[in-house]
C-alpha cells in the first residue's frame, strides 16, 4: 500500500481508538499503528520532550514500514512544534500520505476523558496542562476533525480516503 497516514490530537480525543479501527479494516500485516504512546511511554519510558528519541525512533519504524510496502498509521498527539519535522520527512518519502486532526475543546476533551480507565490515574487538572488546542501542522494539508464526527465516521472517512489513494 505505501501509504502514510498521521492522525494527531490532543489527549483523550479518540486517536488510538480510531486507528485501531482503521487497521482491522485491511488484511493481517497489510497495515501497521505506530501509536507514539506506546513507543515514548512503554518501550522508552521518555519524557516528552524537544529531540527526544522517541521522535526517531517512530520515523525509523514508520520509514521501515513504508519501505516493505506497508500502510502506516502514525498517532498521538505529536505536538507541531516536536514532531513536525519528522512529519514532514514522512510525508515527503511516502508515496501516498493523509493527515488527519482532532480539534476538540478542552471541555469535550474532558467529558471524553472521564469515560476512559486512565482518568482513574490522570486527573483532570494535569489532562488541562496537556491541552494544547488545534495545531495544524505547516505545509500540510489535514482534515480536520471537531467533536461532531462520530469514531464510525472517521474511521469510514480514513478508510475511504486510503482506498481513494490506491486507486488513483
Known sequence: MNTLVTIR??????????ANAVQLRFDRSRCVVVPQDVVRRQMLREF?????????????????????????????ILDAQRYGPMLHRLAAVAPRSLHYGFDLTLAETLVRHAGRPLAATVPEPLLARWYHGWQPLADIEEVRIDATWTVEQIVDRIHRDILAAHSS
Open 9 to 18: 490530537g490532543n489527549s483523550a480525543s479518540g486517536k488510538s481508538t480510531v
Open 48 to 76: 516528552d520532550e524537544p529531540g527526544a528519541f522517541n521522535i526517531t525512533l517512530i520515523e525509523q519504524i514508520a520509514l521501515t514500514c513504508l519501505a516493505s510496502g506497508g500502510l502506516v498509521l502514525v498517532e498521538g
